[in-house]
C-alpha cells in the first residue's frame, strides 16, 4: 500500500501518527472493510465472494476486537458513542414478565425475581444480574459477542468473545470460529480457550462445552456468519478521519504560537556550515536550532521565509459533524446524545431524532432479550425449580419458565404535548391503552390501573385521616367531585 501525500507530509511532521495511521490502515486492509486502503474515497472493487465465516474468521475477528478496546480505552469520542449506546439500551435494565399461563405462579415468579435479581448469577460472585446486564452491553458493543458457561448450581462463567476460538492442535472442518457445527450448521459445542491462572492470559489449551452447556451472545450480520464483529468495526475509518482533524486543529494551534521560518539562496555555498539531514523522501535538507532571543546575521543573497499556518477553514464544524453522525449511526446514537450538542436543537428536531435513534436501539433491545435475557433466565428458573427453591409449580403449567422481557421506557421529550396526544389518541381509536402502558414500562393496562387505583386509595386514606375532603390530595379528582356536587345540587 503506497502512502498519499497527506501521509508523507504526516511522516516529517510526526513520525510516531504516521506509524499508527499505517497500522490502522494495514489492519483495516486485512478484513476488507471499506477506505482501508491509500484511496480516502474507498477502496478498489476485490472478490469479496465466499462465506461469512471465509470473510471474517478467528484472525481478523482478533484484529477487530483489538482494535475496537484500543479505541474504547483512547478515544474519547469512541467511547461516547459506545456508553451512550448502551445508556439507551440498557438504561437501568429491563423488567421481568412471566407469561405462564397461570396468575399465581407469574406472581410466585414476580417475587421469586425480586430477591434473585439482587444476588451475584456468574460463579466468581462478583456480578449480579442487573451488574451483568450492563457489562453484556458493554461487552456486546464493543467487542461485538461474548458467551456464558451454565453451571449446576445456577451460576455462569462470563467468556469474553477472544476466548472463543478453535483449539490449537490440529485443524478440524467442523470447527470455525470456535463453534462446532453438524453438516447443517447447527451449534453442538463451543470450544473455550482455558486462562492461564499465573499470567492470566489465554492458554493453549481449551475446554469444549456442548451446546446446551453454553450461551452465545451475539448477533451475526450474515447468513454465513457464526460470530459478530464490533458494532461500530464499519466505521473505523471515520474515526481515523476525525482524529485527523482534531490533531490538526492542535498542530495548527501549536504552530501559530510559534515562531516558523527558513532561509532560501542560490548559492550553495551559503549554507556550507550549516547541518545537513535526510528527510522521509531521501532529500538533504539544511536545518539549523535557533534558540529564543538570537540575533544571527543571514548570509549575502539569502531570503528569510516565515511560515503562518493556515487555520481550519469555516466547513471543519460541519464536517467533523457530518463523519461523526456517520460513525454514531451504526449505533443509533446521535451526536447530539453522546456529544450532548443541544444547543441548535428544536424540539421537533429533537423528536425527530429520538424516534429514529429508538428504533435503532429496540433492534439492539430484541437481540439482547433473545440471545442474554431469556436463555440466562430460563436456565435460573428451571434450576430453582430442580433444587427445590422454588415450589414445584403446579400441573397445568405446561411452561414454568415462560417469561418476556419489558424494555426500559423511553422518557417523554415534551411531556405535555406529548400526553395530550396520547389522550386524543386512545379517543379518536388511534391508539390503545395497553400501548401507552408498555411504553411507561408497565406489564399491561391492569398493572397501570392497579398501580393507579393503589395511589388514589392511599391519597383517600390519608386525606380522611387528616379530616380533609376525599379528594383533597388529588387535585383533578377534588375538582370533578366539586363540579359533580354542583350538579347534583342544581
Known amino acids: 500500500m503506497k502512502p498519499g501525500g497527506l501521509d508523507k507530509w504526516i511522516a516529517q511532521l510526526s513520525p510516531g501518527w504516521a506509524l499508527r495511521r499505517a497500522q490502522d490502515r494495514q489492519r483495516l486492509e486485512m478484513f476488507g472493510y471499506i477506505a ?76 421469586w425475581w425480586e430477591e434473585r435479581r439482587n444476588r451475584p448469577i456468574d460463579a466468581a460472585g462478583r456480578f449480579t444480574f442487573r451488574a451483568t446486564e450492563r457489562l453484556v452491553g458493554i461487552t456486546k458493543a464493543v467487542d461485538g459477542d461474548l458467551g456464558f458457561v451454565k453451571h449446576e448450581d445456577a451460576t455462569f462463567t462470563p467468556v469474553e468473545g477472544d476466548r472463543i476460538r478453535e483449539p490449537a492442535a490440529g485443524a478440524d472442518p467442523k470447527i470455525v470460529n470456535g463453534i462446532e457445527t453438524d453438516r447443517i450448521g447447527r451449534p453442538v459445542a463451543y470450544h473455550i480457550a482455558d486462562v492461564d491462572p499465573n499470567s492470566r492470559d489465554i492458554a493453549a489449551t481449551s475446554t469444549r462445552y456442548l451446546a446446551d452447556q453454553f450461551i452465545y451472545v451475539g448477533t451475526p450480520l450474515r447468513f454465513s456468519s457464526n460470530r459478530a464483529a464490533p458494532v461500530l468495526a464499519p466505521a473505523f475509518p471515520l474515526f481515523d478521519d476525525v482524529g485527523q482533524l482534531r490533531e490538526s486543529v492542535n498542530k495548527a494551534a501549536i504552530v501559530a504560537a510559534c515562531l516558523a521560518s527558513y532561509v532560501s539562496s542560490d548559492k550553495d555555498t551559503q549554507f556550507s556550515t550549516l547541518t545537513f539531514n535526510k528527510d522521509a523522501d531521501g532529500n538533504e535538507r539544511a536545518t539549523a536550532d535557533i534558540l529564543p532571543g538570537t540575533i544571527t546575521q543571514l548570509p549575502k543573497d539569502s531570503t528569510l521565509h516565515s511560515i503562518t499556518p493556515g487555520q481550519p477553514s469555516q466547513w471543519l464544524p460541519q464536517h467533523f459533524n457530518m463523519l461523526f453522525r456517520l460513525a454514531g449511526r451504526l449505533a443509533g446514537v446521535p451526536i447530539e446524545v453522546s456529544l450532548m450538542f443541544l444547543s441548535d436543537v428544536t424540539y421537533s428536531s429533537a423528536r425527530i431524532g429520538l424516534l429514529e435513534a429508538r428504533r435503532t436501539w429496540e433492534t439492539f433491545q430484541a437481540a439482547m432479550e433473545s440471545g442474554f435475557h431469556q436463555p440466562v433466565v430460563r436456565h435460573l428458573i428451571e434450576t430453582a425449580i430442580a433444587t427445590g427453591e422454588l415450589r414445584a409449580p403446579p400441573t397445568r403449567v405446561k411452561d414454568p419458565a415462560r417469561h418476556g422481557w419489558i424494555p426500559p421506557p423511553w422518557q417523554w421529550v415534551d411531556p405535555e404535548k406529548e400526553v395530550d396526544a396520547a389522550i386524543k389518541a386512545i379517543k379518536h381509536n388511534l391508539g390503545t391503552e395497553h400501548e401507552i402502558a408498555r411504553s411507561k414500562g408497565f406489564r399491561d393496562e391492569d398493572q397501570m390501573f392497579k398501580q393507579r387505583a393503589l395511589e388514589i386509595r392511599k391519597a383517600i386514606d390519608a386525606a380522611e385521616k387528616e379530616g380533609l375532603p376525599k379528594y383533597a390530595l388529588l387535585s383533578d379528582l377534588a375538582e370533578q367531585e366539586k363540579e359533580g356536587k354542583k350538579q347534583n345540587a342544581a
Open 36 to 111: 482501508a486502503g491509500g484511496n480516502p474515497f474507498g477502496r478498489s472493487p476485490t472478490d469479496m465472494s465466499g462465506s461469512g465465516d471465509s470473510q471474517l474468521d478467528e484472525w481478523k475477528l482478533d484484529d477487530l476486537r483489538d482494535l475496537s478496546r484500543e479505541k474504547f480505552r483512547n478515544d474519547p469520542l469512541y467511547a461516547a458513542i459506545i456508553m451512550a449506546h448502551v445508556d439507551n439500551v440498557v438504561h437501568n435494565g429491563f423488567t421481568f414478565d412471566p407469561q405462564t399461563g397461570s396468575d399465581s405462579w407469574n406472581q410466585r415468579l414476580t417475587e
